[in-house]
T-cell receptor, first 118, second 111 residues
């Protein structure tokens, strides 16, 4: 089946630093990638949708200057948490789709990244 | 806007028995899909089963089946012959391009 790789799986860093998380589709071209955030014992909340070659669309309440998303190629999207603070600590999950809605292509999830800000 | 409600935060079932997880939803979309995902302690999201809203026939996948009641906006998951490996968080989700998730049900399997 389709594979989505997310890296790193766990990162710990000091408050004020920026952290980049990569999401790669290994065996298909992902025209659309999604970034989710999951707090402990809670559901996944969609942060933004990115389409290859265009600006990401952020959900209401998500700071676009805080969470920078780049989808420069059909196999790679990155999420950069800028000037991270302890409240940004969370589990971040990406998913990738070849596009066209679920009628044509399902979403495939990465394994997630646990971000801990000290 | 779409909303998904899972009213059972936790469920438990005896190994080899059957359990049903509930999910209700609301959406203004006419074309959408419904999903059940499993999230084990590893945190990976694993697709269990999916249902197209335009299909009346309930989806089945081995021991997993759904009861889709479109008029009632209900989408429950039945797990038959429960196994220890079924223990996980189960999330109901709906969408077409973007997914909206419920709050999850933690399923425990009692040996």
């Amino acid at each position: 089946g389709a594979v989505v790789s997310q890296h790193p799986s766990w990162v710990i860093c000091k408050s004020g630093t920026s952290v980049k998380i990569e999401c790669r589709s290994l065996d298909f071209q992902a025209t659309t990638m999604f970034w989710y955030r999951q707090f402990p014992k809670q559901s996944l909340m969609l942060m933004a949708t990115s389409n290859e070659g265009s600006k990401a669309t952020y959900e209401q309440g998500v700071e676009k200057d805080k969470f920078l998303i780049n989808h420069a190629s059909l196999t790679l999207s990155t999420l950069t948490v800028t000037s991270a603070h302890p409240e940004d600590s969370s589990f971040y999950i990406c998913s990738a789709s070849a596009g066209g809605g679920f009628r044509n292509q399902p979403q495939h999830f990465g394994d997630g990244t646990r971000l801990s800000i000290l | 806007a779409q909303t998904v409600t899972q009213s059972q935060p936790e469920m438990s079932v005896q190994e080899a028995e059957t359990v049903t997880l509930s999910c209700t939803y609301d959406t203004s979309e006419s074309d959408y899909y419904l999903f059940w995902y499993k999230q084990p302690p590893s945190r990976q999201m694993i697709l269990v089963i999916r249902q197209e809203a335009y299909k009346q026939q309930n989806a089945t996948e081995n021991r997993f089946s759904v009861n889709f009641q479109k008029a009632a906006k209900s989408f429950s998951l039945k797990i038959s012959d429960s196994q220890l490996g079924d223990a996980a968080m189960y999330f109901c989700a709906i969408g077409n391009e973007k997914l909206t998730f419920g709050t999850g049900t933690r399923l425990t399997i009692i040996p």
